[in-house]
Structure formats: structure tokens, C-alpha cells
């Protein structure tokens, strides 16, 4: 770079992109001096207001989810639609509960009366449960289960739009082994569900009970239920439940088992 007209700059001499200036601030004769490159074009001075510095990149922000904490998904996120009223099971609870379940369900009849997200189900059929029935009367929701279910190829997952109540009172009696109680906290359809899940649970079974409250081992014996594990998470009451044997095959069970103790050995001949 060169002055155009051949002039130099002494060290108490400022240029500002115009004008030459000397240390006290006075220009050197109204003599204006232009900056050119080699090839004599115009140079533009450098500006002197900085450069923003550019943001950091933020990640997009995630719809709302939930993850299948084992089995042959694990890891796998499932959306959750944005529906009134919709509560998923918190990871930490799903996965305190399949703990007590067992990490392997192979083989096992299970149905969710109140799916929701579906997470509780694809979880079991995850495990390898046998067939899961899920039952979901919003709309919305079902439409959401029916692409889960297809994300996942869960060909062992059925899908039904109604009433979970009906669904437990159909279900042929001792038929399943897990069954997931879950209905909307603003609801009052805990006693129903434990009413009819006790016709439907086969004698080995056990059903996961989820409430706002503790259900006491009084109430839940006044229906057909023990208490086996609980568990509380913030507003979240979580159950395991196993069902009481009725007193008739109770008192059938206990004689013949004081029958057998009581019959005396024949001698050998």
C-alpha cells in the first residue's frame, strides 16, 4: 500500500479514513490523503467497530418424551403426545418396577387399562411378554400408540380404543399375569379396576397399581389384593399387588395340607 500523492505519514501524523491529522488533533492543511494498493484501486479502511461475536449453536429443544429403560429397546424414545390430563410413568418408577417385576417377562399375558404413552406395555413386550394389550380411549393417544407401535415393529402389542374397565371385565377370567392399573388422577376408577382386574389375574399374578394416595393393605385385602411392594416418587404412589386367594380354595388348600400331615405312613410290607 502507497499514498496516492507520494506523501508519508511521520509518527505524530494519524490517518482517520479521510484526512491526515497531527498529534494535536489539527489537520495538516485541509490536505486530503487517499490510501491506494499497488495496483493504485482505492483501499477501504478497516472499520473499527468489532465484529460480533457469533452465538454458540443451541441444540433444537426435544418434545417431550420418554425412553424404554430395558429389554431388546432399551434406550428407545417414545413421543409423548401433548394431551390434558396426560401423566407417563417417570423413568425412575418404571424403573424401580420392572426391577420387582423381573427383568425378564417371557411368556407373560399382560394388559394396560389406561396406556396413555404406552410406556408401561412396550416396556413388558420389550422384556419379551408373550402379548400385550394396550387399551386407550383418546383418540389422540391412540393414533400416537398405533406409530409407536409401528416405530417399533411390536408385533407381540395389540391396540384398542375403549374403556380399560371394559376391557378388565371381558378379559376371561385367570387369563393374565400382569396387569398395569394406571387410570387419570382426577378420576375414581381405582376400586373398579382392582374389582375387575381380580377376575382377570391369573393365582400367580400381579398387577401394578399407581395412585395419587397409599393404598393400605385394608382396603386393598377388602378387594381381593396383598400388598407387595410400594414405592413413593414426588406425587406418585406406585404399588405391586398380588391377589389374595379366595377363603373357599384358601380353606380347600389348608385341609388337604392337614390332611396329608395327619395320615400316618403305612409300614412297608
Known sequence: MHLANSHRLSTLQTYNGSYIYNARGRTLGGLRYLFTNNDNSPMRPKSSTAKPVPKPRVAAKLGNQVRIIGGMWKRTKLKVVDAAGLRPTPDRVRETLFNWLGQDLQGLRCLDAFAGTGALGFEAASRG?????????????????????????????????????????????GSLQLIFLDPPFASNLWEGGLTAARTAIAPNGQLYLEAPVAWGAEALAALGWSLHRHLKAGAVHAHVLRPIAPVSQATTAMAATAHTQATPLKPPL
Request: without cysteine; aromatic residues 0%; proline residues 0%.
Open 129 to 173: 411378554a408373550a402379548h400385550v394389550t394396550l387399551v386407550e380411549q383418546e383418540s389422540q393417544l391412540v393414533e400416537q400408540l398405533k406409530r409407536t407401535q409401528a416405530q417399533l415393529d411390536a408385533q407381540s402389542v395389540s391396540i384398542q380404543r375403549g374403556d380399560g374397565l371394559a376391557a378388565l371385565r371381558h378379559a376371561a377370567a
